[in-house]
């Protein structure tokens, strides 16, 4: 395993949830077609799903409303019966990927501060994490309504560094797609993605990083000795 060269003076990484921690395609693809199931609609394919989540879940929503021909004016009903849903499996059709756990703690053993920034729902978020066992390692969890913007905007970034305490320069983004990076970037964060996510379809290679990595405890030989603090 070739180490990442990571910056140094690490205080700090904010890790994004779905296509970087959890694989949650099947979480998405039971709850918007029940959703569409009550709306007398046809469901979405899971290619479609993979290509259109990571803009927040009015995006997904949206854009899966105009797949099926549906009118804009069916938002709101189909945002509630979404909700309804995705609250009842939550979890049940995802699964952690292979190396975030050990990702994780190597990356709290080396002292970093650790936050989850997702553009999910907070309260899609906190579920997740606790019935995956990844809360533990988390000082803040943010979602996607916790801030006035979601990424790529960098504000959620430069927010989550507030509560951390640490500064961009010094705080890890890792994630899965161009949203990711996007929002490091201008949040003066530096970034490394994971090759397995979702980025809205496109090849995540493409998109400039740090480094592309297959798993994220491909991170550890890179951490520092714990911090002195």
Same mark, same amino acid.
């Given at each position: 395993?070739?180490?990442? $060269?990571?910056?140094?003076?690490?205080?700090?990484?904010?890790?994004?949830?779905?296509?970087?921690?959890?694989?949650?395609?099947?979480?998405?693809?039971?709850?918007?077609?029940?959703?569409?199931?009550?709306?007398?609609?046809?469901?979405?394919?899971?290619?479609?799903?993979?290509?259109?989540?990571?803009?927040? *879940?009015? /995006?997904?929503?949206? *854009?899966?409303?105009?797949?099926?021909?549906?009118?804009?004016?069916?938002?709101?009903?189909?945002? &509630?019966?979404?909700? /309804?849903?995705?609250?009842?499996?939550?979890?049940? /059709?995802?699964?952690?990927?292979?190396?975030?756990?050990?990702?994780? &703690?190597?990356?709290?053993?080396?002292?970093?501060?650790?936050?989850?920034?997702? =553009?999910?729902?907070?309260?899609?978020?906190?579920?997740?994490?606790?019935?995956?066992?990844?809360?533990?390692?988390?000082?803040?969890?943010? %979602?996607?309504? $916790?801030?006035?913007?979601?990424?790529?905007?960098?504000?959620?970034?430069?927010?989550?560094?507030?509560?951390?305490? *640490?500064?961009?320069? /010094?705080?890890?983004?890792?994630?899965? *797609?161009? =949203? #990711?990076? &996007?929002? $490091?970037?201008?949040?003066?964060?530096?970034?490394?993605?994971?090759?397995? %996510?979702? =980025?809205?379809? #496109?090849?995540?290679?493409?998109?400039?990083?740090?480094?592309?990595?297959?798993?994220?405890?491909?991170?550890?030989?890179?951490?520092?000795?714990?911090?002195?603090?």
């Amino acid at each position: 395993m070739i180490p990442v $060269a990571l910056p140094t003076g690490l205080q700090a990484a904010i890790v994004d949830l779905d296509g970087t921690m959890v694989d949650t395609v099947g979480d998405f693809e039971a709850a918007l077609n029940a959703m569409l199931g009550d709306l007398g609609r046809p469901g979405v394919s899971r290619g479609f799903i993979e290509r259109t989540v990571g803009k927040g *879940s009015e /995006h997904l929503i949206r *854009s899966t409303l105009a797949q099926v021909g549906a009118e804009p004016s069916m938002y709101d009903p189909a945002w &509630q019966r979404y909700q /309804h849903h995705y609250v009842a499996i939550n979890g049940r /059709h995802s699964a952690v990927y292979a190396g975030v756990v050990e990702g994780l &703690q190597a990356l709290a053993a080396a002292g970093l501060k650790l936050a989850c920034l997702t =553009n999910k729902p907070t309260a899609f978020a906190k579920p997740l994490l606790a019935a995956k066992g990844l809360d533990r390692y988390f000082q803040a969890v943010f %979602g996607g309504d $916790a801030f006035e913007r979601k990424k790529p905007d960098p504000l959620p970034l430069q927010r989550t560094c507030d509560a951390l305490g *640490s500064l961009p320069a /010094h705080t890890l983004m890792i994630g899965d *797609s161009a =949203n #990711d990076a &996007q929002a $490091a970037n201008a949040a003066g964060c530096p970034v490394v993605l994971v090759t397995y %996510g979702y =980025n809205h379809g #496109d090849p995540i290679r493409e998109v400039p990083a740090l480094a592309h990595i297959d798993r994220i405890d491909a991170l550890a030989p890179s951490l520092p000795t714990r911090l002195v603090r």
